[in-house]
């Protein structure tokens, strides 16, 4: 028997709609809600340094006074959201639960950086942290130090020299 092109066309053709032709088994919806507030543009990048640390003081106090950072959201509509939930993300410190490592090319170690809500309540990293939203432009406050970790406390195992560390900062609008 002899197969044309045509046939081999017709042929291509039927199992070309026989695949194409499966039921929807899956089935999307949604809301989507209004902007609560805007983050002001200065705050998509916070540099925040603690300058004039000596390790004296490290030893001394183990870690540094608690100083004062803030996140500015504009333009909130509380009609959206009441609230807003704060969660800082970054590489946690082993020896200090819940606090922010050091980068790994940082030539100082022996401390962590802490943070705090503005109740100077402790803020661990990857938990979230709650504020009032006011109109029509909120100030989330809060607080950073340095914490010296346990062992190096106890050891004076404080290195001085230049460090960095890298966090980031989601804002949830429950």
């Known amino acids: 028997m002899k197969i044309t092109n045509s046939q081999r066309l017709l042929a291509a053709a039927l199992l070309l709609t026989a695949c194409g032709a499966a039921a929807d088994n899956m089935a999307f919806s949604g809301t989507l809600r209004a902007q609560a507030c805007t983050l002001h543009p200065d705050d998509a990048l916070i540099s925040v340094k603690f300058d004039g640390v000596g390790t004296r003081d490290l030893y001394l106090n ?20 009441g609230s807003v939930e704060t969660t800082f993300l970054g590489h946690t410190n082993t020896k200090i639960p819940g606090s922010l490592a050091l980068d790994s090319g940082s030539k100082a170690g022996g401390f962590a950086i802490m943070f705090k809500d503005a109740a100077r309540n402790s803020v661990k990293i990857g938990e979230q942290s709650a504020s009032p939203l006011t109109e029509p432009d909120t100030e989330l406050v809060f607080y950073r130090r340095l ?8 050891t004076k195992g404080i290195t ?5 560390a890298n966090a980031s900062f989601e804002l949830y609008y429950p």
């Open 62 to 81: 183990g870690g540094t006074d608690d100083e004062r950072f803030t996140i500015r959201l504009l333009n909130c509509n509380r009609k959206v959201a």
């Open 147 to 154: 914490q010296v970790e346990p062992d190096a406390l106890v």
């Open 160 to 164: 001085p020299g230049h460090f960095t």
